[in-house]
């Protein structure tokens, strides 16, 4: 009977939290990789949920990139059940942060000191989405 290749969803969350905390440091592939002892192939595999993370290698990359491991399983689902709201919107936002640009993004509209004006971007980029 063959094994299931599909990865498992925890491994994809994981790994999309590890790529949206490198990006946000500016890090590429190739510098984690070596700051692991790794191949960029690796990273990209980890990055993609292909291939899961060990612990060790998930607290070397915590530490390398300064960050709580606890961070790359942020928004995933409670076994209580409790509601996913925030877990939800967790996702969307290390989507976002994983489009080329979105960091970017988000810091020039955090920058912005009007309210209105932050509006008026928020309404273009509405309006523009929905051309699409």
Request: aromatic residues 8%; hydrophobic residues 40%.
């Amino acid at each position: 009977m063959a094994e299931d290749k599909t990865p498992d969803p925890v491994d994809i969350h994981v790994g999309r939290r590890l790529r949206m905390r490198r990006k946000d440091l500016g890090y590429s592939q190739q510098a984690l990789a070596d700051a692991l002892g790794l191949t960029f192939q690796q990273v990209q595999k980890y990055e993609g949920g292909s291939n899961r993370i060990s612990a060790s290698k998930l607290h070397a990359t915590a530490m390398f990139l300064k960050t709580p491991i606890g961070f790359f399983f942020e928004g995933l689902d409670d076994p209580e059940g409790a509601d996913t709201t925030a877990a939800d919107l967790a996702n969307e936002m290390a989507d976002f942060w994983s489009l080329p640009g979105g960091p970017d993004l988000a810091r020039a509209y955090a920058a912005i000191q009007s309210t209105g004006m932050r509006k008026h971007l928020v309404d273009l980029a509405k309006a523009v989405a929905g051309e699409e």
